[in-house]
């Protein structure tokens, strides 16, 4: 089975879990041809999506973020998720990912979609990442309107697409910004977000996860960029960095 893990279930990531479940519900993958045999087989195609996040939703959230019930929101967007699809397994660690629990949640082989608003989490996960063999790490994040979605391929231990530290210091150097290290009052301030941004991140970080996940095409985009105001999404190719 696939673990797909899903980092951060905000306003990128609320609405990325609702079609990624949806798609892979009833996703019924194409029989491929084994050599040496003319019978076409069926691999373990199967998914397991687990919800990672230490946040709870509460009523401030809602015109960004689709929960129905307030509460930690991983297990709340895990049990709304398992009532609707019932094909593939959904869990929720609610926990805020950090360098005591990675190693245990990142795993070689898993696919990582990456949801969280913070330099500190998106650079333990890079870090962690970089020491895994085979691992695919879909990085999104946006500001008020505009965002980026960042890709790393890793396979045999080597990256086919850059890592998303190599052409962003600032993810390198962190922000102090990760949720365990802030006070009560600064972790509950509420920063201005647009919900179409938050799509258009959502929106590309799936078209990733389906071209490089189940269509298993590996290219060398490693950054896209999109901006709702001129509803336009550039990729950019660099070269790969082993």
């Avoid at 797909?4 to 990325?16: D, F, H, S």
């Avoid at 962003?168 to 949720?179: A, K, L, N, R, S």
């Amino acid at each position: 089975m696939k673990q797909i893990k899903v980092i951060g279930a905000g306003g990128i990531g609320t609405l990325l879990l609702d079609r990624l479940c949806q798609f892979l519900n009833y996703y019924i993958p194409q029989p491929t041809q084994t050599n040496g045999d003319e019978e076409s087989t069926v691999q373990d195609n199967r998914f397991v999506v687990t919800i990672v996040d230490g946040d709870t939703f509460e009523q401030r959230n809602r015109e960004r973020q689709e929960f129905t019930s307030l509460g930690n929101k991983a297990e709340i967007k895990a049990r709304d998720l398992i009532r609707k699809y019932e094909n593939i397994e959904i869990n929720a660690i609610p926990q805020y990912l950090n360098a005591g629990n990675i190693d245990d949640i990142i795993q070689e082989d898993d696919i990582i979609l990456s949801c969280v608003d913070n330099h500190d989490t998106r650079r333990l996960i890079s870090h962690r990442t970089s020491v895994l063999e085979n691992v695919t790490l879909i990085s999104g994040g946006n500001g008020y309107d505009s965002g980026d979605v960042l890709t790393n391929v890793r396979r045999n231990g080597i990256n086919l697409t850059a890592a998303i530290t190599q052409y962003h210091q600032e993810i390198e150097e962190g922000d102090g910004q990760h949720p365990e290290s802030l006070g009560c009052e600064a972790l509950h301030a509420v920063e201005p977000q647009l919900i179409f941004a938050n799509w258009g991140a959502a929106w590309l970080m799936a078209c990733r996860f389906y071209k490089i996940c189940i269509l298993e095409e590996i290219d060398n985009i490693c950054e896209s960029d999109f901006d709702t105001r001129t509803a336009v999404a550039v990729a950019k190719r660099f070269p790969a960095t082993p």
